[in-house]
């Protein structure tokens, strides 16, 4: 399974997705001329994906991919253009790195677990939902994980004031 | 046969009836009355006292607990972040702590300094009152480094508390990022110098002047 053909996989299965691998930006970047073969090898198939196609892509990326390893999870505010939610997973053994992005759109909160199919998602999806309030549907035991039980609010959202008083400490 | 609840009811202030931060801070770092000193002691004291010449006694027999409290200084080895690493450095064997009667115990229980090294977030901060509280009269206690003394770089993180003192009361800060052993060394001999001057009044002398 090389980068090519897994970009070719993804095309195929998923129409709806966007994938991006190597920009011509990027490779304009390094002096003019086109990057070698060794510094576009590297770098992850960017797939960006509606928020239905979340599971089924990270179903389809473990069994034909091969991608078995989740490496991170985590999410951006965009503000008022919603969340968007990360994901990384990689097939070590080729090589191949695929980050996974979508889109929760203005005010939803809701996307699906990756629990299901990666054990390890569990406790980046708790510190997802900790800092940022998005509830992972299938997720077995969504509760905080870094900031204690009492806390009111969600710190990485851009709404969250910093000085947000924190009884009896602040 | 009853089973007693582990943390006693007693009613906390509570931050949210409280406008004023200064209001806020003072109750924070006011101390109980009999702080040094047991209520037999006093009238021990008192009854001394009435000798005439008596206050003489009494001046040599505080030097003498002075200088025996402020030689055996045991602070209790309470790490909390990078600043945790210069104090250990400030009692292993260079520098050597224990030449000054300072000896790193491991329990609050026999202790009777906490030096408040690093970062003190909200999370931990109820952990750190209660080992404060734990620890036998008299105490007392170091903020060591910027963090401990105000936040720090982290003061207008989400998770900081703004000052080990808004927690338990501070005798000594040590600034710096971290502060180097011998800062650290220097706020100790600071804090003997403290003790050294108790008096029997149960007053401690003021603070050294705070420095982010």
């Not at chain 1, 011509?24 to 928020?51: F, N, Q, Y």
């Not at chain 1, 070590?92 to 929760?104: A, F, I, N, P, Y």
Request: proline share 9%.
């Amino acid at each position: 399974m090389t980068r090519e053909q897994a970009k070719t996989l993804i095309g195929e299965r998923f129409t709806s997705a966007q994938v991006e691998g190597d920009s011509p930006t990027s490779a304009e970047a390094t002096a003019g001329r086109p990057a070698p073969a060794e510094a576009t090898a590297d770098k992850p198939l960017v797939v960006t994906l509606p928020v239905g196609q979340w599971l089924p892509f990270a179903q389809f990326a473990k069994a034909t991919l091969g991608c078995r390893f989740f490496s991170f999870s985590s999410a951006v505010d965009w503000k008022e253009r919603g969340l968007e939610v990360v994901a990384r997973i990689e097939n070590l053994d080729d090589g191949v790195s695929v980050t996974m992005k979508t889109r929760l759109g203005p005010g939803v909160s809701a996307c699906p677990s990756l629990v299901p199919v990666f054990r390890g998602a569990n406790w980046m999806e708790r510190e997802c939902y900790d800092m940022f309030g998005i509830r992972f549907e299938g997720h077995p035991d969504l509760r905080r994980i870094l900031l204690g039980d009492d806390w009111e609010g969600h710190p990485l959202l851009k709404s969250y004031a910093v000085d947000t008083p924190h009884p009896p400490y602040r | 046969m009853e089973i007693k609840p582990p943390i006693p009811q007693v009613p906390a202030p509570i931050w949210r009836n409280i406008k004023d931060l200064q209001e806020w801070e003072q109750l924070r770092q006011r101390r109980p009355e009999d702080d040094k000193h047991s209520s037999l002691f006093e009238s021990v004291t008192e009854g001394i006292h009435s000798f005439p010449g008596g206050y003489v006694v009494t001046t040599v027999a505080d030097s003498f607990l002075n200088w025996a409290r402020k030689s055996s200084v045991w602070p209790v080895t309470f790490g909390l972040a990078c600043c945790a690493i210069e104090m250990m450095a400030t009692f292993a064997s260079r520098f050597d702590v224990e030449r000054l009667g300072m000896v790193p115990w491991a329990s609050p229980r026999h202790s009777d300094l906490m030096v408040v090294s690093g970062t003190v977030t909200i999370k931990m901060a109820p952990m750190l009152e209660r080992i404060y509280d734990q620890m036998p009269d008299p105490k007392w206690a170091v903020s060591m480094g910027s963090c401990a003394n105000s936040g720090g770089p982290f003061r207008h993180g989400y998770h900081v508390v703004k000052g080990v003192d808004r927690v338990i009361p501070v005798d000594v800060y040590v600034p710096g990022c971290p502060p180097p052993p011998e800062s650290l060394l220097n706020g100790l001999l600071l804090l003997q110098d403290q003790i050294a001057h108790f008096r029997r009044t149960g007053k401690r002398a003021a603070p050294n002047p705070k420095v982010d």
